[in-house]
């Protein structure tokens, strides 16, 4: 007979398991999208370091769209290998800079809340778990 909880545990069994959020979810709905007045982006790869400042609004939509699908789960941020990583800081019209985004090629992301509440809390780091598009990001830099 099966316990009626929902949890496993009666049985000796674990009910770990990590649930999947969307960037919305994990940081973005702590931000007013609409209040982003720019978007800075420094590409690092094998050439070197590439720094751009996006301030179009629907460039900056673009980008966050862009972030908001993909699909995360929370990770240690232990020895990350990447071939080109991109900075981004979602920089608001009344508090500056907002957010800080490292995202390793397509498979990891750290982020970070400038004034955060919680300073412990402020860096979070995420496996990239889908095959999200990072052309709005890319494009930046073409």
Known sequence: MRPQSSSWSAWGFSTFHQKTLTLQEAVLYKLDTNRVASIEIIKRDQQGEHTK????????????NSLSAAKLKKSGSSDIQFTESYWITLKTKDKGSAYGLTLYDNDYINTFEY????????????????????????????
């Open 115 to 142: 004034n955060a509440a919680v300073p412990k809390k402020a860096s979070r780091s995420y496996k990239i778990t889908n095959d999200f598009d990072t052309a709005a990001i890319r494009n930046v830099f073409k």
């Open 53 to 64: 400042n996006v301030t179009n609004s629907e460039e900056i939509n673009e980008i966050l």
